[in-house]
């Protein structure tokens, strides 16, 4: 038996700007933090035949071909991996909360794949595999960023260059301001998010087409990640709050669904209770409020009494690994 741990993330500054249809134009540049939250996926030679998969659903199928799980299918496709194999994943937090956990599995599901041909893989290869499975194949309208964080973890700065390549780079923090972001971000969670697909779409679209405020609000959002990074290097983390309330103002209006009148008042109680800023993780819609709390227990209180549950979490260093090979 294969066993991977992938871990979920959420995106510190410049969000959007890894989707193609901006990067190949303009290059983005994206922040993103792994956390302790995790996606596991077993692989395991079976004695009946065919394959067997189970996630949030039940699959049984005789062949490739009959695999609805649309991740599960173009992976094992990819290396050609035939049956009898059981897959099996499991999710500390589930899909369609905005965490990046579609790119997390695919990796975690190739590290595994690896794992089971016994090839030691690179975690920009995996990766950049996981980005072509999702992005080239199967034409979903999703950035880098999720795949290089989930392979990498820690805290790390990726350079989507015009040619596709992507360059990845820690952020360059010191132990205290870690520590200090562990201790005052906090994550609610929202609902889960049901039209991020429509978001991504939008702007998909709409970059495509040159759409003039499209395109000055995600070269403002690539700006305000390279402040964000400045301001966190240097220890500033009052001014990251600040940073990222500006950042919400600014991606809340980007494309419509990205928010909606419950979170625009959460978030609002949320900045009258304790918090210097926040945003919403992942496309939008629903998901995880992010915020950077000045008085952490009057957040908590606040949140609280709007019946939102917190997530706590603290950061992964390791990126996606293998944890058991029979």
């Not at 979920?8 to 993103?32: H, Q």
């Not at 194999?85 to 499991?90: G, R």
């Not at 950077?292 to 009494?305: I, K, W």
């Amino acid at each position: 038996m294969i066993i991977t741990r992938t871990p979920l993330r959420i995106s510190i500054g410049g969000g959007g700007t890894d989707l193609p249809s901006y990067y190949r134009r303009f290059g983005g540049f994206v922040i993103s933090a792994a956390i302790n939250k995790h996606i596991y996926v077993s692989i395991n030679e079976r004695f009946s035949s065919g394959y067997l998969l189970k996630y949030s659903a039940l699959e049984q199928a005789s062949d490739l071909e009959e695999i609805r799980h649309p991740l599960i299918r173009e992976t094992l496709r990819l290396y050609d991996v035939q049956p009898p194999i059981e897959v099996v994943s499991m999710a500390d937090i589930p899909a369609g909360t905005g965490l990046g956990s579609s790119g997390a599995f695919t990796v975690g599901l190739l590290r595994a794949v690896h794992a089971l041909k016994r090839k030691y893989v690179d975690p920009g290869v995996v990766a950049e595999e996981a980005c072509k499975i999702e992005i080239e194949t199967l034409r979903q309208p999703v950035g880098k960023q999720d795949q290089y964080i989930a392979a990498y973890g820690g805290l790390a700065c990726f350079e989507f260059q015009e040619d596709g390549q992507v360059k990845v780079t820690p952020l360059n923090i010191s132990d205290n301001t870690l520590y200090d972001l562990e201790e005052h971000l906090l994550m609610f969670f929202t609902g889960y998010s049901r039209n991020a697909s429509s978001v991504l779409d939008d702007q998909k679209i709409r970059s495509d087409l040159g759409d003039a405020a499209m395109l000055d609000n995600l070269h403002f959002i690539k700006q305000l990640g390279l402040c964000i990074k400045q301001a966190l290097e240097r220890g500033d983390n009052r001014r990251f709050g600040e940073l990222m309330h500006e950042h919400w103002l600014h991606k809340k209006h980007r494309s419509p669904g990205t928010t909606n009148d419950g979170i625009d008042r959460w978030y609002d109680i949320g900045r009258e209770n304790g918090a210097l800023g926040g945003k919403l993780v992942g496309a939008g819609g629903g998901g995880f409020l992010l915020f950077y709390a000045d008085d952490r227990d009057s957040l908590r209180r606040a949140m609280q009494r709007e019946g939102l549950r917190e997530v706590r979490f603290g950061f992964d260093q390791e990126g996606s690994k293998l944890l058991v090979r029979d």
